[in-house]
């Protein structure tokens, strides 16, 4: 049997191929990288929406349960309503109930006879309206107050959310607190 001499060829990858290759495997990466940084950027934005979405409406609404619960009877001091941006009731067990924001840490605060507490931070406007039982602006006199109504803005650097309700306590009677 009479062997041949095989050619040698050469085995592997040019340099071309080699630099396409690698051209190719980085842009992948650059869009891969960019993409996951946005998932982990639009991970991050929606769970401080989340966070500050339920804050905000849980103290929101514990205020409105609460001012649900106004006394409308003879007592003077039963809804105070000469402060801008607060609001002083007195509850059906004779307890006063305050609420306001506090322009210094941007937080909307309650006390209740111990000092006031947060209820939820980046309160960035709390504003209180009074209605008689017509619908019209009560003018800031408590004595004709039949409705309230509450706005409560929160404000980020990503999400602005307000919660609004127009409330008309319990035992407001249809004169409004104090003349019933």
Do not use: H, W
Not at 53 to 64: H, I, K, T
Not at 69 to 81: E, F, N, P, S, V
Not at 110 to 129: E, H, I, K, W, Y
């Amino acid at each position: 049997m009479i062997r041949r001499p095989i050619a040698f060829r050469p085995t592997g990858f040019t340099l071309i191929e080699v630099v396409t290759s690698l051209i190719i495997v980085g842009v992948l990466a650059a869009i891969s990288a960019t993409v996951m940084s946005r998932g982990l950027l639009n991970y991050f934005v929606g769970r401080e929406i989340a966070r500050d979405d339920a804050q905000g409406r849980l103290a929101f609404e514990r205020m409105v349960r609460e001012l649900r619960t106004a006394r409308g009877g003879t007592g003077a001091g039963d809804l105070i309503i000469t402060v801008a941006g607060q609001i002083t009731i007195t509850d059906f067990d004779r307890n006063v109930v305050v609420y306001r924001r506090n322009a210094a840490t941007s937080q909307l605060e309650r006390d209740g006879g111990t000092g006031f507490q947060p209820l939820a931070d980046n309160v960035s406007a709390l504003t209180f309206s009074y209605l008689r039982n017509d619908g019209i602006n009560a003018a800031g006199t408590a004595a004709t107050v039949y409705y309230i109504t509450v706005l409560l803005t929160v404000t980020t650097s990503n999400v602005n959310m307000s919660y609004r309700s127009t409330i008309k306590p319990a035992a407001f009677c249809v004169l409004g607190p104090g003349t019933c």
